[in-house]
């Protein structure tokens, strides 16, 4: 008889040898799909083929996929260890057929594995198939010897699968076995929920679309998608061994016997096979570890919310029940070795983690048994205050859950105990009473991912061309007010971690400004102000904000150099557990169980800069295959989808990362690299923030001064940002949007900032939080205020430069009408008012598109330096190889500087502010000679 291991091996070998592409599991952690806690389903990395807003370049597949069931209708946490079926963590054994093969191959192939693969014998075994399909119920006969007898027909409650309330939907046909000793039992218990007689297979035949009015329409394209508990087949292989004489237990196969001998050996004491509860606690335990050890692998931590707190409620009712065999000191996080060695083969990921997920289990034990003792001592004391009722106060087992992190199906679990019932009801009420208190006050207005903002599965695919340029053109295919889907967009829709991009949409005179870009399965769906429905199918000019993006790409790079370097300083075991990528900041969260040093930080700051200066440049791996970049040694980021085509983005030998986000073309570009903050996020997860760049160098500006100084700083910028306000509203007479922003009271959080006592520069963030109580939270309080104000700033800036430059760009009309010609064409020479060297070459490119034939010279004085940029037209590149490098080249010696570029543009810079006059006057003759 085959070992669960063989047992696994030869359903895969099955059918690749049917041609079936053998894929790895997806993370049971399903990043990418907020609609799920947990993997629960083989299918769910295939969902957006089912809907038809991916492909794969495969059209038939097959897996092993670890899943988690643990509340809803897939399963109930209390039931598992009290029967031998229930688990919280399983495999899925799947094979699926997209628009490839149907219904006949796929009962042939069913029926082919289980008898003459497997040799399950055939007079145990029922087919089910759905009251109308006909078509399955014949295959069934003509395809397989089956007995006609054994194929039953039930309605939608059993035998039709729905993936939602709409969409992708079908008949299914499942696979019972009988498990009576005499394997004799009547079709009447077959889908009566009897233990005798159970499900083996699924077979989902997905050719429906359910629409929103509750009707079926034929899909074009059939799928095939089947499940198998691999769990559950194991232990019908075991129970062949005896000719079906012992009822099944899952736990009698050696998927769990392994750990099982573990627990006996931890505890001492031995497991009979019953339902006392020392044996139940042996099947919760060595089912919740299971479960514990996969999600945390990868990725998911313990905590108080989401995912986190349902592993939380795992951990602590196995540790609740590993008292039940006198294990009071921690002891799961032993468990783990035992599951690496019987599973790891097959699971490396597990392997690489092993050290980590021991921290974190160990961590979260240690934490709960410190408040185990005190809690129940609480539980003791309010039980015996009952006075013969039974019923458990609802605020008690709220406090247990606020005061000692006693999840509520723990209460209830001590409350079963006694023949109690708590009240639930009061219970909900007090928690959603906190749950209110500490609700944000002001929702973000931005869509989230979980939000269904504009209808998409009739689209395509998006085209993203962000990669390589940030302009483009894209047709309107759908727009619902405010967002709008293009069939190509230069725009990034936030994920990974990275946020998505803004810009501007431009028809005509007309300009949308794009204020978010998300993802919805393949479609990028941009967040728009203003009215766009009557552009649907016309072409639109798509530009994303150059500098807001550089400044993500910069922040995108640096969070993978981080990563790199922690790895390098704390050691391989640290991985990211989640991260944020704005322009102004980044978050990097990650495993590691200790607080970072002073000294370490340092070190990682110092390789991170380093790796900078070295200007290494990026090797962007596109759309290769997944297996590829695994053998290539590419990280994993949390948090990232992963298809069979992948992504890596790769810095030297240095680092190299899953990821499809946006970055540098070099190191260099990120300029430089800060800590600003390392703190822990939740047990066993350290959290670092960062800036690098302007953001960076702001930061350093106010470091080494003193709390009364940096108030004095934060003033100069209030007062900078005034000012500059001012020369905002003359130059876009009020019609800049931040020009209508009252500026005048940015001081008044200022002054609820003054009051504090000196502080002394060297201190550091640990003593200031020792010594300071909440003035340290103040003094975060203003580093944050300083640089908020240091981005309005730059605001205004940007936006100031923006008005010069169109301002500048109408007064070269002008001085393109009054231009001197020369030799034929027009020299136009002028001066004009540019924040930087680009603001100057983009009105270099609108001189050079204005000028018909002719050369132009503009210079302004930026940073206290000339700069100069020339332009020549096309025709005279060809006819008088005039060259604008070298022209500008000679001008810029009469400011006593020097530069040089490209025929039709080129740039030079200068010392002397006073020759500008002098040079442009000079221009002409310059620009005759050459």
Same mark, same amino acid.
């Given at each position: 008889m085959m070992t669960s291991r063989e047992t696994r091996q030869s359903f895969l070998d099955f059918f690749a040898s049917k041609g079936h592409r053998i894929v790895p599991s997806a993370p049971v952690i399903p990043h990418g799909d907020p609609t799920l806690l947990f993997t629960n389903a083989g299918m769910n990395q295939f969902k957006e083929v089912f809907l038809g807003t991916g492909t794969r370049d495969y059209t038939r597949a097959a897996d092993t996929q670890k899943c988690i069931r643990v509340s809803g209708k897939h399963n109930d946490l209390e039931e598992v260890g009290r029967d031998t079926y229930h688990h919280t963590f399983f495999e899925m054994l799947g094979n699926w057929s997209f628009g490839d093969y149907y219904k006949k191959e796929a009962i042939a192939w069913a029926w082919e594995l289980l008898t003459e693969v497997w040799k399950l014998p055939k007079e145990r075994l029922w087919a089910t198939v759905f009251q109308t399909d006909n078509e399955a119920f014949e295959l069934w006969k003509s395809q397989t010897d089956i007995a006609p007898s054994h194929i039953l027909r039930f309605g939608e409650k059993d035998n039709f699968w729905e993936m939602g309330e709409t969409g992708p939907c079908g008949p299914c046909s499942e696979i019972h076995i009988d498990l009576t000793p005499n394997g004799n039992s009547p079709a009447s218990i077959v889908n009566a929920g009897s233990p005798q007689l159970i499900e083996i297979w699924n077979l989902v035949f997905i050719q429906n679309n359910r629409k929103n009015d509750g009707s079926l329409e034929e899909l074009p394209a059939k799928h095939v998608d089947t499940g198998m508990g691999f769990e559950r087949v194991c232990a019908v292989m075991e129970a062949m061994k005896n000719n079906f004489q012992t009822p099944p237990s899952n736990y009698d196969s050696d998927v769990f016997t392994p750990l099982i001998r573990k627990i006996s050996e931890l505890s001492g004491k031995q497991y009979n096979r019953s339902s006392s509860e020392n044996d139940a606690a042996f099947r919760v335990v060595a089912d919740h570890i299971r479960a514990l050890t996969f999600a945390i692998g990868d990725g998911a931590i313990p905590s108080n919310e989401g995912r986190g707190y349902v592993l939380r409620r795992i951990l602590r009712r196995a540790a609740r029940f590993g008292r039940n065999l006198g294990l009071r000191e921690p002891f799961m996080f032993h468990l783990v070795q035992t599951l690496v060695e019987t599973m790891g083969d097959v699971f490396p990921e597990i392997v690489e983690h092993q050290k980590h997920i021991e921290r974190v289990i160990k961590g979260e034990e240690e934490g709960f048994n410190q408040t185990l003792d005190r809690g129940l001592e609480i539980f003791e004391d309010a039980a015996k205050k009952l006075n013969g009722s039974k019923i458990f106060p609802g605020d008690v087992a709220f406090k247990l859950y606020d005061t000692f992190g006693f999840p509520l199906d723990l209460t209830e679990l001590l409350c079963r105990e006694r023949n109690l019932s708590v009240d639930v009801k009061t219970f909900n009420t007090l928690m959603e009473e906190q749950k209110e208190r500490s609700r944000e006050t002001a929702k973000a207005a931005a869509f989230t991912g979980g939000e269904k903002f504009i209808e998409t599965s009739s689209l395509s695919a998006t085209t993203f061309l962000g990669y390589d340029g940030l302009e483009g053109e894209a047709k309107v295919l759908a727009v619902e007010i405010p967002y709008v889907v293009l069939d190509t967009t230069p725009f990034y829709a936030e994920s990974g971690g990275q946020v998505g991009d !803004?810009?501007?949409?431009?028809?005509?005179? #007309?300009?949308?400004?794009?204020?978010? !870009?998300? *993802?919805?399965?393949?479609?990028?769906?941009?967040?728009?102000?203003?009215?766009?429905?009557?552009?649907?199918?016309?072409?639109?000019?798509?530009?994303?904000?150059?500098?807001?993006?550089?400044? @993500?790409?910069?922040?995108? !790079?640096?969070?993978?150099?981080? #990563?790199?370097?922690?790895?390098?300083?704390?050691? !391989?075991?640290?991985?990211?557990?989640?991260?944020?990528?704005?322009?102004?900041?980044?978050?990097?969260? +990650?495993?590691?169980?200790?607080?970072?040093?002073?000294?370490?930080?340092?070190?990682?700051?110092?390789?991170?800069?380093?790796?900078?200066? $070295?200007?290494?440049?990026?090797?962007?791996?596109?759309?290769?295959?997944?297996?590829?970049?695994? *053998?290539? %040694?590419?990280?994993?980021?949390? %948090?990232?989808?992963?298809?069979?085509?992948?992504?890596?983005?790769?810095? %030297?030998?240095?680092?190299? $990362?899953?990821?499809?986000?946006?970055?540098? *073309?070099?190191?260099?570009?990120?300029?430089? +690299?800060?800590?600003?903050?390392?703190?822990?996020?939740?047990?066993?997860?350290?959290?670092?923030?960062? @800036?690098?760049?302007?953001?960076?160098? $702001?930061?350093?500006?106010?470091?080494?001064?003193?709390?009364?100084?940096?108030?004095?700083?934060?003033?100069? @910028?209030?007062?900078?940002?005034?000012?500059?306000?001012?020369?905002?509203?003359?130059?876009?007479?009020?019609?800049?949007?931040l020009a209508k922003e009252d500026v005048l009271n940015l001081d008044i959080e200022l002054r609820k900032l003054e009051d504090v006592p000196e502080i002394p520069v060297s201190i550091n963030t640990e003593e200031l939080r020792e010594r300071f109580g909440k003035e340290a939270r103040r003094f975060s309080l203003l580093e944050?205020?300083?640089?908020?104000l240091a981005e309005k700033k730059r605001s205004f800036e940007k936006e100031l430069a923006l008005f010069k430059v169109k301002s500048a760009a109408s007064n070269l009309d002008e001085a393109i009408t009054h231009a001197s010609s020369v030799n034929g064409f027009k020299v136009v020479a002028l001066k004009v008012d540019a924040s930087d060297m680009e603001a100057l070459k983009s009105l270099g490119?609108?001189?050079?598109?204005?000028?018909?034939?002719?050369?132009?010279?503009?210079?302004?004085?930026?940073?206290?330096?000339?700069?100069?940029v020339c332009v020549v037209s096309d025709d005279l590149l060809k006819t008088k190889k005039i060259q604008a490098g070298k022209i500008v080249g000679a001008v810029a010696k009469t400011v006593g500087g020097g530069g040089g570029g490209k025929p039709h543009l080129a740039t030079a810079g200068g010392k002397d502010v006073s020759k500008i006059d002098e040079a442009l006057k000079q221009f002409p003759e310059m620009a005759r000679r050459w």
């Open positions: !803004t810009g501007a949409l431009a028809y005509g005179n #007309h300009t949308f400004d794009v204020l978010d !870009t998300q *993802k919805d399965g393949g479609v990028f769906v941009h967040r728009v102000a203003g009215k766009m429905h009557e552009l649907i199918g016309k072409s639109v000019a798509a530009k994303v904000d150059k500098p807001r993006r550089l400044s @993500i790409m910069r922040n995108h !790079t640096a969070t993978h150099l981080l #990563h790199a370097s922690l790895r390098k300083v704390l050691g !391989t075991h640290v991985h990211q557990a989640g991260s944020l990528v704005a322009p102004n900041h980044l978050r990097f969260d +990650f495993a590691h169980f200790a607080k970072v040093s002073p000294e370490e930080l340092s070190e990682i700051e110092n390789i991170v800069n380093e790796k900078i200066k $070295e200007n290494i440049q990026l090797q962007h791996h596109r759309n290769i295959p997944f297996e590829s970049a695994q *053998k290539m %040694g590419a990280l994993m980021f949390f %948090g990232d989808k992963y298809g069979d085509k992948v992504n890596v983005v790769q810095f %030297g030998d240095f680092s190299k $990362e899953f990821c499809g986000g946006t970055h540098v *073309k070099n190191s260099g570009e990120i300029g430089f +690299f800060k800590v600003t903050s390392e703190a822990s996020s939740a047990s066993g997860v350290r959290r670092i923030e960062a @800036i690098t760049n302007d953001y960076a160098l $702001e930061y350093l500006k106010f470091q080494n001064k003193t709390y009364r100084e940096r108030i004095e700083y934060a003033y100069q @910028i209030v007062d900078e940002i005034q000012s500059l306000h001012k020369e905002l509203t003359a130059a876009s007479s009020g019609s800049s949007a944050n205020y300083i640089l908020m490119d609108s001189l050079r598109s204005k000028l018909g034939s002719g050369v132009g010279l503009l210079a302004s004085v930026i940073d206290g330096k000339v700069a100069l």
